[in-house]
């Protein structure tokens, strides 16, 4: 994989910002295997930023094997939140999505997100420009909160996703998740069509 091409992928799947103060509220997206994690993540942004509202994502999870679920992913993120009883805080939970395209539709069900402005959001660093964009179609600012990702030995980051073959692996899935999901309307890729072009000449 050539130094450019890293460089074209780190910049089509990584989103950072900086954050802004205040910020109007916490979104989640809904995860079946890293809820304790996203649950720390949660602690960590009352904690330091203030944030009042917390609007988590997440339905019952379906497995392949046929096994399925009886409690939403949202619910259990919640159950692992150590202030989830606070008054000051509230929690709203979105309870049918299956997928990160539902989780922000029927999120859109639950909270007006037309009365926010700035939000946090938690997300894979190597998935935090799609999660962002997911949000773009409305006038709405987004930070990243990172949920931490490490596979042989390495942080899958900006920095170093490319030094193990997992770190590839996920980062050129989301570059398939572009093309895929992008291409047919899913969310906007305007923002990075240049990014994707260049990519697919890198690549032919």
Not at 120 to 147: C, D, K, N
Request: net charge neutral; charged share 20%; proline share 2%.
């Amino acid at each position: 994989m050539s130094q450019t091409l890293i460089d074209e992928l780190t910049s089509l799947c990584f989103y950072r910002q900086d954050l802004v103060e205040p910020v109007d509220f916490l979104f989640v997206f809904g995860s079946n295997v890293f809820q304790h994690q996203l649950a720390q993540l949660i602690n960590q942004a009352i904690e330091t930023t203030g944030v009042k509202l917390i609007l988590i994502t997440g339905g019952v999870a379906r497995y392949n094997d046929l096994r399925i679920d009886s409690v939403a992913e949202s619910e259990r993120i919640l159950a692992a939140i150590k202030y989830r009883d606070r008054t000051d805080l509230r929690f709203i939970l979105e309870t049918i999505s299956t997928n990160t395209l539902e989780n922000v539709v029927e999120a859109r069900k639950a909270y007006n997100f037309q009365v926010s402005k700035q939000m946090l959001f938690i997300a894979h660093s190597y998935a935090t420009m799609r999660s962002y964009l997911f949000h773009a179609q409305g006038e709405i600012t987004g930070w990243p909160l990172v949920l931490p990702s490490e596979v042989e030995g390495y942080g899958v980051s900006q920095a170093d996703w490319h030094k193990s073959a997992k770190g590839r692996a996920l980062v050129w899935g989301e570059y398939l998740r572009f093309e895929a999901y992008g291409r047919r309307g899913d969310f906007p890729i305007q923002a990075v069509e240049h990014t994707l072009r260049k990519i697919q000449l890198l690549v032919a």
